[in-house]
């Protein structure tokens, strides 16, 4: 089974990601988080098959909980989804190895992101 954690501030965005992917993974067990810091501790607890951030939360920013993942858990596909996508942060995500999709979360935009995950 795959397990996806998907993370964001907005109940909505969530609710909406969410319902995008199970459209296309029936059988994915989804979790979600509405901050970094238990984003955090859930991913490096359950060791998900794929974690979408958000990248503009109040408190830890997807970029700051991408870091922590990548230093503590390397094997972990992340990918960055956000409506903001400043230089500054599409530079720390190329460091880090992490891909940025742009938002609103629409079918294609998912379908690359679920493409992270590899061959079904």
Same mark, same amino acid.
């Given at each position: 089974?795959?397990?996806?954690?998907v993370?964001?501030?907005?109940?909505v965005?969530?609710?909406?990601?969410?319902?995008?992917?199970?459209?296309?993974?029936?059988?994915?067990?989804?979790?979600?988080?509405?901050?970094?810091?238990?984003?955090?501790?859930?991913?490096?607890?359950?060791?998900?098959?794929?974690?979408?951030?958000?990248?503009?939360? !109040?408190?830890?920013?997807?970029?700051?909980? @991408? +870091? /922590?993942?990548?230093?503590?858990?390397?094997? =972990?596909?992340? *990918?960055?989804l956000?409506?903001?996508?400043?230089?500054?942060?599409?530079?720390?995500?190329?460091?880090?190895?992490? !891909?940025?999709?742009?938002?609103?979360?629409? @079918? +294609? /935009?998912?379908?690359?992101?679920?493409?992270? =995950?590899?061959? *079904?």
């Open positions: 089974m795959t397990n996806i954690l993370v964001d501030d907005s109940k965005s969530r609710t909406v990601v969410g319902g995008l992917i199970r459209n296309r993974l029936p059988q994915a067990a989804i979790s979600e988080a509405g901050d970094g810091r238990s984003a955090l501790a859930m991913a490096l607890e359950a060791l998900p098959d794929l974690v979408v951030l958000d990248i503009n939360m !109040p408190d830890m920013s997807g970029i700051e909980v @991408a +870091e /922590v993942l990548r230093a503590q858990a390397p094997q =972990l596909r992340i *990918a960055l956000t409506a903001n996508v400043q230089d500054a942060m599409r530079n720390k995500a190329e460091a880090l190895g992490v !891909p940025i999709f742009k938002k609103p979360a629409k @079918a +294609e /935009v998912i379908d690359q992101i679920l493409a992270l =995950l590899g061959p *079904a």
